[in-house]
């Protein structure tokens, strides 16, 4: 499961609200044709792969716009190890993406005599937001049944939860991509199959771009990885 990383120079910013208003158009995500590329780093700090997103399919709706997201996991050697495809909305200028594109692709295809379920709902960035602000939870869960006689058997699921997300300040961070004024955002997440994983992530996120940087640990606070934005074709 690949999810979130990585952290750098923090500036000083009031703690007292400070909302941005957000125009769909500006939004890199909505530009057809545009992509970003982000490099992952492991505990040792050492690049073991890399990460495309290119965005499609752009569409104006009722609210905003909708676009669809092609994505490319790479290996360190620069070997393709997966593809995925989902999609992202702008709805009056809050962000939405689809839970299921923290979920490899092989895994949301229903395997040989079962049948699958998907249910949860969108990751959201809201348009007015601030430091100190707590933004909503998500979850996402696959069940699989067998099928047998016609009748489904519940054989095993999948559920992945964000939970205790904040807005924990304002900051600008540089890579190799520019430099970019984020939204520093804490959450913690939990992974449940045959067995279960916590753990914390920190992200720094801009509006425009995405996920500019990101930092990962496990539950009892051991950095696990990051990633970073190298870079972006507009």
């Given at each position: 499961m690949k999810i979130f990383a990585s952290i750098i120079v923090s500036l000083a910013f009031s703690p007292f609200i400070n909302p941005i208003e957000l125009d769909c158009s500006k939004m890199l995500f909505?530009?057809?044709g545009?992509?970003?590329?982000l490099n992952t780093y492991d505990k040792d700090r050492k690049q073991n792969g890399t990460i495309k997103y290119r965005y499609s399919k752009v569409k104006s709706t009722a609210?905003?716009?909708?676009?669809?997201?092609?994505t490319e996991i790479l290996?360190?050697?620069?070997?393709v190890q997966s593809t995925n495809e989902f999609e992202m909305e702008c709805k009056?200028?809050?962000?939405?993406?689809?839970?299921?594109?923290l979920m490899p692709e092989q895994n949301q295809k229903p395997l040989n005599d079962m049948e699958m379920m998907i249910e949860g709902n969108q990751v959201e960035y809201p348009s007015s937001i601030s430091i100190g602000q707590n933004l909503k939870d998500a979850q996402l869960k696959i069940s699989y049944k067998a099928k047998s006689n016609g009748n489904p058997i519940p054989m095993m699921s999948t559920a992945i939860s964000i939970t205790n997300r904040k807005v924990e300040a304002k900051e600008?961070?540089?890579?190799?991509?520019?430099?970019f004024e984020c939204?520093?955002?804490?959450?913690?997440?939990?992974?449940?199959?045959?067995?279960?994983?916590?753990?914390?992530t920190v992200s720094w996120f801009n509006y425009e771009v995405g996920m500019v940087k990101s930092e990962s640990y496990k539950e009892?606070?051991?950095?696990?990885?990051?990633?970073?934005?190298?870079?972006?074709?507009?």
């Open positions: 909505f530009n057809e545009a992509s970003i590329t609210q905003g716009a909708s676009t669809t997201v092609n290996d360190k050697k620069g070997k009056s200028g809050s962000l939405f993406f689809d839970f299921k594109s600008s961070i540089s890579t190799a991509a520019g430099t939204y520093k955002i804490s959450e913690d997440f939990e992974f449940k199959t045959l067995f279960k994983i916590k753990g914390k009892n606070g051991k950095f696990t990885g990051s990633t970073e934005l190298v870079e972006l074709k507009k």
